[in-house]
């Protein structure tokens, strides 16, 4: 297999601690969203309705989407509580010479993507 390739999504001061913002990335919606200093990437679209999920409250390692409140563990993207039917692509990130970078081909826990969380 081919060294997975990072794509440049977004300049690092366009991230503010306890916040998200929406991407596009090769047809992926994508929230980055800065939390403790860290950045994690999740699948922008909640499961249950589509709302963005970049614009949740960020609090205690988690994101809650803004329509009905489902939580989703920023780490892992697995789904705590909340009408969501399934948990979020999570998707591995670097951060460099300010920079925000994002793998499609690895989750945040640096192991091989699934198309589908379901799978
Ligand atoms: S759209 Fe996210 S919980 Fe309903």
Do not use: Q
């Not at 969203?33 to 909640?46: F, P, S």
């Not at 990130?93 to 970078?101: K, P, R, Y």
């Not at 499609?104 to 799978?119: M, V, Y």
């Amino acid at each position: 297999m081919s060294d997975p390739t990072y794509h440049p999504l977004a300049p690092s001061s366009e991230l503010e601690e306890g916040k998200g913002r929406p991407y596009e990335l090769d047809g992926h919606r994508i929230a980055l969203v800065r939390h403790e200093g860290v950045v994690y990437a999740i699948d922008d679209l909640c499961p249950h309705a589509d709302a963005s999920l970049a614009f949740g409250p960020v609090e205690n390692g988690c994101i809650a989407c803004p329509w009905h409140y489902a939580e989703f563990r920023l780490a892992t993207g697995e789904v705590l509580s909340g009408p969501s039917p399934r948990g979020l692509r999570t998707y591995a990130v670097e951060e460099a010479n300010g920079e925000v970078s994002v793998c499609l081909e690895l989750t945040a826990a640096g192991e091989p993507a699934k198309t589908s969380p379901d799978e």
